[in-house]
Structure formats: C-alpha cells, structure tokens
C-alpha cells in the first residue's frame, strides 16, 4: 500500500472533533499499523523534560514493558537528544538498542516537534530487515506534523 493513500484516513482521524486526544493517538498507530505490512508495533512517546524520560501515550501492536524510557537510553531515548529521524535497518548492529521482542528486526524512530520543541516521537519496529525507506521518513514526519496540531 503507498504511505500516500493513508493521508486522507489519517487527517480525518486528527479532524473529528468528538474523540479525545489519546483515543486520536491510538486511531493513528492503529491505521499504520494494520495497514503497512512492516509496520509490526507503532507508537507514540512523550517527553517528560523535569524526569529526562520518554512515556509510552499510544500504541498498536504487542504490549511493551518499556513505557517509560531514559533519554539516551535506546533509540528513542538517543532522539530525544539528538532531535533528529534514527533509522535502524538492523537492530543487531545497534549497541544502544532496548530488545523489546526477539521478532523485531529494525526500528525507525521520528521525534514530533510543537512550536520547534521536540516533544515526542513516532516509534516503529518491524519484523523485516532494513524495510524503511526515505518516503517512510518522509511520510512519517508528515504524521508527526498533523499530530502536532492537536496536542
């Protein structure tokens, strides 16, 4: 399926008025999720500046226990620092990488920006080696930025 054609859903999922931010978040992962076939787990994380910790808000896939991250710690920590896109083709060459499941095999991490803060971050694993493309980055920002808009 091309990441485009999920445009439309994933505004009108940020548009309706009558569901809670959380419940929005959740529509979200759960459209990627079960409609990109290397999407195995979605999520969004936030920041907790005072704690320089990241929270799990949001998730489809299969439960995680890390719902609560260091900065620096793992992929998604290491981009609340650096604020940049982490594409990881292979998680196994990764040293700073939190297993979170024998079956995932690379991870793409895109931090969310609000009035130029990084507060967060789409988090994706996927059970294929090396699957994210430059597109998948770019739409992925895209998402982050409808996102943005709500919180």
């Not at 999720?33 to 907790?48: C, K, L, P, R």
Request: aromatic fraction near 10%; hydrophobic fraction near 35%; proline fraction near 4%.
């Amino acid at each position: 399926m091309s990441l485009e054609t999920l445009k439309p859903q994933i505004t009108t999922i940020i548009s309706s008025e009558n569901t809670s931010v959380n419940e929005k978040l959740t529509q979200v992962c759960e459209v990627l999720q079960n409609h990109i076939d290397y999407y195995n787990w979605v999520g969004f994380y936030f920041a907790n500046e005072a704690e320089r910790t990241l929270h799990l808000k949001a998730f489809a896939g299969e439960p995680t226990d890390h719902t609560v991250i260091p900065f620096g710690k793992g992929i998604c920590g290491q981009v609340a620092e650096s604020n940049a896109n982490f594409v990881v083709p292979d998680v196994k060459a990764q040293d700073n990488y939190i297993a979170c499941s024998i079956t995932v095999k690379s991870e793409i991490v895109i931090p969310l920006f609000k009035n130029g803060k990084n507060i967060g971050q789409i988090d994706i694993d996927s059970h294929t080696i090396d699957p994210f493309s430059e597109e998948d980055e770019r739409f992925l920002e895209w998402v982050n930025k409808r996102v943005s808009e709500i919180l």
